[in-house]
Nanobody, 115 residues
Framework: QVQLVESGGGLVQPGGSLRLSCAAS????????MGWYRRAPGKERELVAM???????YYAKSVKGRFTISRDNTKNTVYLQMNSLKPEDTDVYYC?????????WGQGTQVTVSS
């Protein structure tokens, strides 16, 4: 089992920034992928950004150039730096961890972009 603890959500004005963190613990494998998804009520969960253990990254078109995903393998932690936030970024953000044998999700953290 892998446990994920997320932090960093909150309320921010349009144009502002937030940084999300997700720390993994438990039965961690060296080869894994970590990422962030989001889902507003009534909508499908969508990929925001993903990073492989090698450092290769993937971004949704809607956030490319504004969000940056990174990871610290020594801490088994993934970060999502969100800049130039827009009201449409308002959502619950979920950390996702995957490795051979399983996919694990965090509990979700609310991000609200509003003036």
């Amino acid at each position: 089992q892998v446990q994920l603890v997320e932090s960093g959500g909150g309320l921010v004005q349009p144009g502002g920034s937030l940084r999300l963190s997700c720390a993994a613990s438990g039965d961690i494998f060296n080869v894994n992928t970590m990422g962030w998804y989001r889902r507003a009520p009534g909508k499908e969960r969508e990929l925001v950004a993903m990073i492989e253990g090698s450092g290769t990254t993937y971004y949704a078109k809607s956030v490319k150039g504004r969000f940056t995903i990174s990871r610290d393998n020594t801490k088994n932690t993934v970060y999502l730096q969100m800049n130039s936030l827009k009201p449409e970024d308002t959502d619950v953000y979920y950390c996702r961890y995957s490795q051979i044998g399983g996919v694990f999700w965090g509990q979700g953290t609310q991000v609200t972009v509003s003036s």
